[in-house]
Structures are given as C-alpha cells and as structure tokens.
Nanobody, 122 residues
Framework: QLQLVESGGGLVHAGGSLRLSCASS????????MAWFRQAPGKEREFVAR???????RHADSVKGRFTISRDNAKNTVYLQMNSLKPEDTAVYYC????????????????WGKGTLVTVSS
C-alpha cells in the first residue's frame, strides 16, 4: 500500500515562494505517475500538475510559468516549486499517485495524502 505525506505548506506574502514535498512509502515511487491537486474553501478539488515516472510533466494553465513539479525517485519524493504566489493560490494542496491515470481528473487517482495548507496573503 502506497502512503503519501505532504509537507512545506505555510503562510507567504503575495509574490513569494514555497516548495512543497510529498514523501512516499510502502512502494517504489518510480512505479507511479504523481500529481498535485488543490482545493480552496468552498471549491472543487482541481488539478495543478502531473509528472510521469520518466519525468515528463504537465501543468494547469493557471499555474504554468509559476509552478514546477519535479520528482526524485531515489528519494521517493515529489516536489512542487511555487513561485510568484497569488492570493488565489490559497488552498489545501494534495499529493496523488496512480499506476496508470487515465486523465487528470481527481477521480482517476487512487492514492492521496492528507494535504498541506498554503495561504497567500495580499
């Protein structure tokens, strides 16, 4: 059973940066596609970024050019570097994993962490 634990969230001013980490255990991370999702208060969970095992990545239009997903399979860790943060980036950020995700819809991902809160003040 794959387990995921996020860290790195916190309070930051607009324009600042944070790096989120997602550490896995139980199975080799290299077997899985990995993704970050986020959920703001009162809103649906939305896709942020995805990275395949070999490293190719996709980012949501809303974060493209500001956020970067990366992974270190040897450390069983996935990262989300967030730069130029905006108040609208405030959300709980979740790490997700799946062996063969069909889409970037949250329903297609099997394994989830408990989330880490990012708050961006204006």
């Amino acid at each position: 059973q794959l387990q995921l634990v996020e860290s790195g969230g916190g309070l930051v001013h607009a324009g600042g940066s944070l790096r989120l980490s997602c550490a896995s255990s139980g199975r080799p991370l290299s077997d899985y596609a990995m993704a970050w999702f986020r959920q703001a208060p009162g809103k649906e969970r939305e896709f942020v970024a995805r990275i395949w095992s070999a490293g190719s990545a996709r980012h949501a239009d809303s974060v493209k050019g500001r956020f970067t997903i990366s992974r270190d399979n040897a450390k069983n860790t996935v990262y989300l570097q967030m730069n130029s943060l905006k108040p609208e980036d405030t959300a709980v950020y979740y790490c997700a994993a799946d062996l063969r995700p069909s889409t970037v819809a949250s329903s297609d991902w099997d394994y989830w962490g408990k989330g880490t809160l990012v708050t961006v003040s204006s």
